[in-house]
């Protein structure tokens, strides 16, 4: 079946250093949506991208959507400790027998020290 | 509105016991998927209406789980003969549409089998 790989699983910046999570699909997505989960809270939507090479821009977060619709990233330009909490991509796979489903990765975890 | 409710937040039951889990989705929204999130992963995906019919349950692990939305709104998980390995945080999201469509998160309950 599909799945997400999603790497680092940990990452520990000083405050002020980038960031960046990465995302990669065994088969080409149909949309990629990224998702924030706080300590102890639930995962919040930052984002979808749809379009084979899209880049799109929130403030100091990047995100990019691979050529072949397989691969995605999140930049954090000058982390600041607000930042903390798991990053999570989620692939969208239309049609088949998928319809419906997001396959989350495993979540990059981020610590932002001050 | 609101947002996504659940209920309980904490649920502890015996091995064997049945459980059930509510989730109040978005007013409005049609689409309800139920995930499992186990500590240091990423959402696993159970199970998807599209108004009140299951379009996917594909993610549902075995016969013990089912889950039900009788009126295209609030929607119950139900587990029986619960184990210790379903221990986990039960989560439910809900969106206008598919799963193409930004998801909401409610809190969560955290499901503990002893």
């Known amino acids: 079946g599909q799945q997400v790989m999603q790497i680092p699983q940990y990452q520990h910046v000083q405050e002020g250093e980038d960031f960046t999570t990465y995302c990669n699909s065994s088969?080409?997505?149909?949309?990629i949506q990224w998702y924030k989960q706080r300590p102890g809270g639930h995962p919040v939507f930052l984002i979808q991208l749809v379009k084979s090479g899209e880049v799109k821009k929130q403030k100091r977060l990047t995100f990019q959507f691979g050529e072949a619709k397989k691969n995605s990233s999140l930049h954090i330009t000058a982390t600041q400790t607000t930042d903390v909490g798991t990053y999570f991509c989620a692939g969208y796979y239309a049609g088949g027998t998928s319809y419906g489903k997001l396959t989350f990765g495993q979540g990059t975890i981020l610590t932002v020290h001050p | 509105g609101a947002g996504v409710s659940q209920t309980p937040s904490n649920k502890v039951t015996e091995k064997g016991k049945y459980v059930e889990l509510r989730c109040d989705p978005i007013?409005?929204?049609?689409?309800l998927y139920w995930y499992r999130q186990s500590l240091g992963q990423g959402p696993e995906f159970l199970i998807y209406f599209q108004g009140t019919g299951a379009a996917d349950d594909s993610g549902l692990p075995n016969d013990r789980f089912f889950a039900v939305r009788p009126e295209g709104s609030v929607s119950t998980l139900k587990i029986q003969r619960t184990e210790r390995g379903d221990s986990a945080v039960y989560l439910c999201?809900?969106?206008?549409?598919?799963?193409?469509?930004?998801?909401?998160f409610g809190p969560g309950t955290r499901l503990t089998v002893l």
């Open positions: 999201a809900s969106s206008w549409s598919g799963a193409s469509h930004e998801q909401f």
């Open positions: 007013s409005g929204h049609t689409a």
């Open positions: 088969t080409t997505l149909s949309n």
